[in-house]
C-alpha cells in the first residue's frame, strides 16, 4: 500500500482545505505516476477510509518494529508490506 501522505508530504490529521490544495500543487505529470493518489485524497469518504487504513499500516509497523516481536515468525511478511508507514511516536490517534 502506498503511503498517500508521505508522498504529498503532509500529515494524516491534514485538513481538507490543505489536502486539495496540495494535490493541486502538483503537476499533471507527478499525479500520473501515483496512481489513484488525487482520487482517494479528494475524495472525502474514501480520504477517511484511507485515513483509517493508514492508521491500521502505522500501528502494524510500530508492532513489527516492537522488540517483543524479533523472535516471532512473520507469516505475513509485514516488514516489507508496511514498509512506507514508519510510526512515529504519539501520533496514533483514536476515532472520536
Known amino acids: 500500500m502506498r503511503n498517500y501522505f508521505e508522498a504529498l508530504r503532509l500529515l494524516r490529521q491534514s485538513s481538507s482545505v490543505e489536502i486539495r490544495s496540495t494535490v493541486d500543487s502538483f503537476t499533471p505529470e507527478y499525479l500520473a ?28 509497523a510500530a508492532a513489527v518494529n516492537s522488540p517483543a516481536m524479533h523472535d516471532s515468525a512473520n507469516t505475513h511478511s509485514w516488514d516489507k508490506r508496511v514498509v512506507e508507514f514508519t510510526p512515529v511516536q504519539d501520533t496514533i490517534e483514536l476515532p472520536q
Do not use: K, P, T
Open 33 to 60: 505516476d501515483e496512481d489513484d493518489l488525487s482520487s482517494i485524497m479528494l475524495n472525502d469518504q474514501w480520504r477517511e477510509q484511507y485515513r483509517r487504513v493508514h492508521l491500521q499500516y502505522e500501528a502494524i
